[in-house]
């Protein structure tokens, strides 16, 4: 495993806040990792948008400026004064993160404005692939991934790993007013967003998120399939797959607090070894 470095800001805010990618990040080329980690910043910036908002309006508001933000760079205007637009900046004037990219992510955020939720799962797997996934995306494409089949397999890996995190976060979410279960799935098991707002910890609840859990565990595979000769250096990119096909393993099998399971050192050991074997 690589030597723990020392740690930039923008490092610090990537670890605090997305310690699964953090740590993935680690075993991209040394040349790569301030950039992606100013990627990974970006990504729990957008996050947050909506957490840290009163309202939806002022979560779009909080989007907009990041797009601003991105926009900016890529026009070659200085970047604002803040922690993680600076080094942003600094990685898409570089050529490194693509600009277009990074607005979509920030276009996806926008479901977790919508004060109905999301409606369908074929609305829950847009969102995935356009947020976790387009990270996932530009995290290839850093770290030197061209070949648009690859790409599309890092999508998908980054799709399994949002889905699972959305789902061990179901209760972190409802403390937050919040949930991103989709009603039809909800609706399946004769539930409401506000039963799930309620009481996340339900046995109901647990039913929904282990259906939604239970085909990850095939699609890891066939994701992973499709990973097999992405280059040494990239693979830090398709890493958090690993993570994701374990998630979802728990999370299918619907145990009292399967969903809420937390980051032990067998899923850190399993990052190691797919990085040792170089494929995942």
């Known amino acids: 495993m690589p030597a723990r470095p020392t740690l930039s800001r923008v490092a610090e805010i990537a670890r605090a806040r997305d310690p699964d990618r953090f740590l993935c990040a680690l075993f991209a080329p040394a040349e790569r990792r301030e950039a992606l ?14 957490a840290l908002a009163r309202n939806p309006i002022a979560a779009l508001m ?3 400026w990041w797009r601003e933000t991105v926009e900016a760079a890529a026009a070659g205007r200085p970047p604002p004064r803040h922690e993680v637009a600076e080094p942003l900046h600094g990685a898409i004037a570089a050529g490194l993160l693509p600009a277009a990219e990074l607005l979509a992510m920030a276009d996806a955020r926008e479901a977790e404005a919508e004060e109905e939720g999301i409606p369908t799962r074929a609305a829950l797997e847009a969102y995935l692939r356009g947020t976790a996934g387009g990270l996932a995306v530009a995290a290839g494409r850093l770290l030197g991934v061209r070949e648009g089949v690859a790409l599309a397999a890092l999508q998908e890996a980054g799709a399994l790993y949002g889905l699972a995190g959305v789902l061990r976060g179901v209760p972190a979410l409802a403390a937050q007013r919040r949930c991103l279960l989709p009603r039809d799935a909800l609706g399946e098991q004769g539930l409401a967003m506000e039963a799930v707002l309620a009481a996340p910890e339900a046995g109901a609840v647990r039913e929904v998120i282990a259906r939604l859990a239970a085909p990850g565990e095939a699609r890891c595979r066939a994701c992973a399939l499709a990973l097999r000769g992405l280059p040494p250096a990239a693979i830090a990119a398709a890493l958090p797959l690993v993570l994701a096909r374990r998630d979802l393993r728990r999370l299918a099998r619907g145990g009292e607090g399967a969903h809420q399971a937390g980051r032990g050192l067998g899923d850190r050991v399993a990052v190691l070894a797919a990085w040792l074997r170089g494929r995942v």
């Open 37 to 50: 980690f100013a990627l990974i910043a970006y990504g729990s910036e957008l996050a947050r948008a909506r």
């Open 62 to 64: 909080r989007l907009q």
